[in-house]
């Protein structure tokens, strides 16, 4: 087989180049930033005040955002990954939680399924929206290195997000029995 | 013959192993419900040694038991309300669900919202109380949340909402008189109130005077009030405009005991108005023909 000439070799090696850098990029862009959790945010019969749809978007996001942040916390055992989407009584929860799995060296991953959310209560001044949260998870916990349970479940939420000044808050945030709702 | 043996063999083994997993596998026994900060105990069938881990919404309890004996779960390890996991290990690790339920209602967050609102205004204030057990979780079962309206100068009424998954609201029109409006939730024992201020609406019939002192005018507006008659508080800006052979010139005054008044130098023929808010009051000629 004859050798491609110098100006197809150069075209060549640009291309194959090219490709190689753009697949190594992709690689590092998708391990630096992880995809979120789903989120489908339904409001169909939200009181007493209507959802506009730039909010819906917000919230989802924003929820999304929050767990990505609590499983990589409680995988980590980091309270500083709690700073950006939680506040209050949860915060504080969550906080606990972690302190505890630090001192008996033990961790809890979430492989995150999706949420099927729906809006059940907005106040009339915006301030606070109630969401029931049915999360599909797989839950895995470790003490140490060694896996001690892994449970593979639909979980129900009752969620209360607060606005702030660029983003939605999660203030609570209750895990309930099958029968809540 | 051969196949006999072999199932036999093969019989024996599966119960053999099952033997062995009946003897190596825990068996939890713990309550499927518990309130908040109440107490329980977890055991454990068998004998021998083993580790219990708790984990909940502020748990993660790593504990060494011996099976067949209690381990008591003190209250204040399940006071957060939740799913509560409880996985056990020895050779093997079983796991066991509770759901910690939250306890009585006691204590409200109550938001009444805005702070201050003008007087007659439909549907303007709002409040939102959620019901919390002692230990901070919402109580999820519905319970009767009552509101306490006070408002200056009308009797006091009262408002009972049902909490839907812990939240009551209610919506309701300002008073048509000016003044605090204080409004309390009651649930159980606790109570929690909020005062808002209720102010006057926007001016109406505004209207100045005007009045020569030297070389300049003084401007003066009658009591500016409401349409309900509530005197717009001191301090709300008011502005007098005025338009003649120098141009146009402004003057912001505040409202001092219910009227304002401001003073301009003319120069020829002017027109004078007067604003306050949204509200246009009057206009005056001044040294037209």
């Known amino acids: 087989m004859p050798l491609p000439g110098p100006r197809l070799r150069v075209v060549l090696f640009t ?47 924003d929820y999304a955002q929050a767990w990505q942040d609590l499983a990589l916390c409680l995988e980590e055992n980091r309270t500083d990954l709690l700073d950006d989407y939680f506040t209050g009584e949860v915060k504080r929860r969550l906080a606990q939680r972690v302190r505890a799995q630090k001192a008996s060296n033990l961790r809890t991953r979430y492989s995150d399924g999706g949420h099927k959310v729906k809006a059940v209560f907005y106040s009339a001044d915006g301030g606070e929206m109630q969401l029931e949260d049915e999360a599909q998870l797989e839950v895995r916990v470790f003490d140490g290195d060694k896996l001690i349970s892994t449970s593979t479940a639909k979980q129900k939420y009752l969620v209360l997000m607060t606005p702030g000044s660029d983003r939605w808050y999660v203030r609570f945030l209750q895990s309930v029995g099958d029968n809540a709702f | ?34 309130t908040a900060g109440t107490p329980f105990a977890i055991s454990v069938v068998g004998q021998g040694k083993g580790t219990l881990y708790l984990f909940g919404p502020t748990q993660a309890i790593k504990r060494e038991i011996e099976f067949g004996k209690d381990t008591p779960i003190a209250g204040s390890e399940a006071s957060s309300a939740g799913i509560y996991q409880i996985t056990v290990c020895a050779a093997d690790c079983v796991t066991k669900v509770v759901e910690v339920q939250p306890a009585a209602p006691a204590r409200l967050g109550f938001l009444l919202h805005p702070s201050r609102v003008p007087v007659s205004t439909p549907n303007a204030v709002n409040g939102t109380a959620i019901a919390f057990d002692q230990y901070n979780n919402i109580v999820i079962t519905p319970s009767e949340i009552t509101f306490r309206i006070a408002a200056s100068g009308e009797k006091i009424s009262e408002k009972t ?19 605090t409006l204080e409004v309390t939730a009651s649930l159980a024992t606790a109570s929690e109130p909020r005062v808002i201020q209720q102010v006057a609406s926007e001016a109406c019939g505004l209207r100045m005077t005007a009045a020569p002192s030297g070389a300049t005018i003084t401007l003066q507006t009658d009591p500016i009030r409401d349409c309900k008659g509530n005197p717009l508080p001191d301090g709300t800006i008011v502005s007098f405009i005025k338009v003649d052979g120098a141009g146009k010139s402004t003057v912001d005054t505040p409202i001092k005991k219910d009227r304002a008044i401001a003073q301009f130098s003319v120069s020829g023929p002017a027109r004078i108005s007067v604003a306050c808010g949204v509200v246009l009051g009057n206009e005056i000629t001044w040294g037209g023909r």
């Not at chain 1, 945010?41 to 007493?48: I, K, N, T």
């Not at chain 2, 909402?161 to 029109?173: E, I, N, S, Y």
């Open chain 2, 1 to 34: 013959m051969l196949l006999r043996i072999l199932t036999s063999f093969c019989g024996l083994s599966f119960a053999l192993l099952g033997a062995h997993s009946a003897a190596q596998e825990p068996a939890i026994t713990a309550p499927k419900n518990v």
């Open chain 2, 161 to 179: 909402v049902r909490t839907v998954r812990g939240v009551a609201a209610f919506q309701m029109d300002s008073r048509p008189n000016q003044g």
């Open chain 1, 15 to 61: 291309v194959v180049g090219a490709v190689s850098v753009a697949a190594v990029l992709s690689i590092v862009l998708a391990f630096a930033a992880p995809t979120l959790p789903r989120v489908s945010l339904s409001a169909d019969s939200l009181a007493p005040r209507p959802i506009e749809q730039r909010t819906g978007e917000v919230v989802s996001h």
